[in-house]
């Protein structure tokens, strides 16, 4: 990484957390925009995951939700069961999750599988992992869902010191992001995303940096999804389904821009707001959904960050 | 027993009329199509608007299946283009998103729109017995047309010049190109027949039981599956993979409830992508 990037990524990263430190301030006191901000914090956290995975190294995971929602679900369960601390189950759900994540990498990468059999062995784990949901009703309260109010730790119990903690682990997640992108493993991730046949001719050790970067990543999903729970105050196999998860999380990464560090946040911005706007036509925004899909594949694939970049003309992050 | 064998047949030949449209469309065009169990709904919704406007039940079928066949058409011809530009990765990157994207369009419209039309085709007689057994004519018919189907398509694939153009376009696009053959008119009428064929299985649901709005999601899992199982490139693999998983459908859900089958199912179609990513049944097409 060049100095002038280094400075920049840092820059950036400043910026970032200046500016989200700002938003309640400007909310007014309103509890329904604070929380609808907190949620956006948790849906960026989401997109700098998927960012790691698919952004870097081209590993379609529709298995967002799963992921997140498996390590959210093993905390919780376990809170309820054994009364544990949410300080000693979240990080066992977040190796649940890492575990799952870098297995499903290993084995894709080593099975040769393209692009789209990735997207369809973790579309089916998400089916799987919704029915295992709502087959399991012992555990899990089936479709019903556990209230998980007062479980977590009391930084997550809502109100601004929630959306100050939550900021502070997107400003973690994004250094570590950053951390990762100037190591060694940031300079492979570049060489995969361009042509992953010259990588693994020109010595790049492939199958360790995939499956790095889908440990990574799914780890942090664990994390977030865990967060998102404790936070939520309430879990249901609809809350990490794919069309709450995966999907916003795609809109978003494609709207900021995939592989930058500013996109991830951008997008979630720009998507919290539209969906404010279309929250008014109720049961459509799912047909809004799919048309920013479409529009955005077909016209916009290199996303905010990088329409920036040409008409600012400065390298951003 | 004998019942549930049959049931799962039909069943099968139902999912193999979804899938085999995914087939045809990943083989020639590159594109994995996520939308196709909305153009199922999309065929069946259709034919109940037909129906409720009054037109003689055939003509509305008939009405419902072109309107899919339309609509594949369109998306063929508009959506996708972007995504014919490119090749290889990228092309199925950009398919997948783009019919990703489209079947929540569908779903969210026709959720908004006609939530409550839902198609249910009822025949004359409900059922006669050969033999001992009892057979619902509704099976019986759906059995029949998805044969007759699926023995046109093997004939036009096999038996016509133009079927021989489409099969050497999926053994090798460029190749094929060379030779004078213009692949973006064969995709175009490969798209609008598979979603003739989804628009046929969901009409067919009809006659089962009933077809609401919300089945789409289901059917374009299925359908997957079902393609997946049988191999994404190859006819045959997957008409014989429909049948299998009818079957074991029927028999599992009979056994050992619906629940486990869905996951035995799922778990079946993770463990093939990964053992034999050709498909289990993968024969020359």
């Known amino acids: 990484m060049t100095p002038i990037r280094l400075a920049a990524d840092r820059v950036a990263i400043a910026a970032i957390t200046v500016v989200l430190a700002l938003v309640p301030l400007t909310l007014g006191g309103s ?62 759900g977040i190796v649940l999750a890492a575990l799952l994540g870098g297995a499903f990498s290993y084995v894709s990468v080593r099975r040769g599988l393209g692009v789209i059999f990735v997207g369809i062995v973790t579309l089916v784990f998400s089916m ?19 209230e998980t109010k007062g479980l977590g ?39 995969i995303a361009d042509d992953e046949f010259a990588a693994e001719l020109a010595g790049i050790d492939v199958t360790t940096y995939k499956v790095l970067a889908a440990t990574v990543g799914s780890a942090l999903l664990g994390a977030v999804g865990a967060i998102h729970a404790y936070y939520g105050g309430f879990i249901s196999p609809t809350v990490y389904a794919l069309g709450s998860v995966d999907i916003v999380v795609l809109v978003t990464l494609l709207l900021g821009g995939m592989g930058t560090l500013l996109g991830p946040v951008l997008g979630g911005i720009v998507f ?37 970049r040409k008409r600012l003309k400065i390298p951003l992050p | ?67 899919s066949g339309v609509f594949g058409l369109i998306m063929d011809r508009t959506l996708l283009v972007p995504a014919y530009r490119c090749a290889g990765e990228e092309r199925l990157l950009l398919g997948l998103l783009i019919t990703l994207g489209l079947s929540f369009v569908v779903n969210g ?10 198609l249910t085709l009822r025949l004359p007689t409900p059922s006669f017995s050969v033999g001992d057994i009892t057979i619902r004519t509704a099976s019986a018919a759906v059995a029949l047309i998805a044969v007759v189907t699926f023995a046109l398509l093997f004939a036009f694939l096999k038996g016509t010049l133009l079927g021989k153009v489409v099969r050497s376009i999926m053994q090798n696009e460029v190749g094929a190109a060379l030779c004078g053959i213009n692949p973006a008119r064969i995709r175009t009428l490969i798209v609008a027949l598979s979603a003739m064929m989804a628009g046929l299985a969901g009409v067919v649901q009809g006659l089962f039981s009933s077809l609401g709005t919300e089945l789409g999601n289901e059917f374009t899992s299925f359908a997957l599956i079902v393609a997946v199982i049988g191999g ?54």
């Open chain 2, 109 to 118: 419209f026709l959720d908004v729109r006609y939530p409550s039309v839902a």
């Open chain 1, 31 to 92: 509890d329904h925009y604070l929380r609808i901000a907190t949620l956006m914090l948790i849906y960026m956290a989401y997109a700098v995951a998927f960012n790691i995975i698919f952004g870097h190294t081209r590993q379609l995971f529709l298995c967002l939700g799963a992921l997140a929602g498996s390590s959210a679900y093993l905390s919780v369960v376990l809170v309820i069961r054994l009364s544990l601390s949410p300080w000693a189950t979240i990080p066992l």
């Open chain 1, 272 to 308: 919290t707001v539209l969906d404010e706007a279309v929250r008014p036509l109720g049961r459509l925004n799912v047909m809004v959904y799919g048309i920013l899909i479409v529009v955005l594949v077909v016209t916009f694939r290199h996303g905010l960050v990088a329409m920036l």
């Open chain 2, 1 to 67: 027993m004998i019942a549930i064998l049959l049931d799962g047949i039909v069943q099968g030949l139902q999912l193999s009329l979804m899938a085999v449209g995914i087939t045809l469309i990943f083989g020639l065009g590159g594109v994995l199509n996520l939308a196709h169990g909305q153009l199922a709904v999309l065929g069946g919704i259709s034919t109940a608007l037909f129906l409720g406007e009054g037109a003689h039940p055939v003509w509305a079928c008939v009405l419902g299946v072109l309107t």
């Open chain 1, 153 to 191: 730790p009391a930084v997550l119990g809502g109100g601004p010191t929630s959306y100050y903690a939550i900021l502070a682990f997107l400003v973690l997640s994004l250094v570590v992001y950053h951390l990762l992108m100037r190591s060694r493993a940031g300079t492979a991730f570049q060489a």
């Open chain 2, 232 to 285: 994404v490139r190859s006819i045959n693999g997957t008409l014989a993979a429909g049948v299998l998983l009818g079957i074991v459908n029927a028999f599992a859900s009979y056994y050992i409830g619906a629940y486990l089958t869905l996951l035995i199912l799922l778990a079946t179609a993770a463990g093939t992508i990964l053992v034999r990513p050709q498909g289990l049944f993968a024969f020359r097409t």
């Open chain 1, 128 to 146: 799987i992992f919704h029915n295992l949901i709502l087959g399991l009703r012992d555990w899990t309260n089936g479709e019903t869902g556990i």
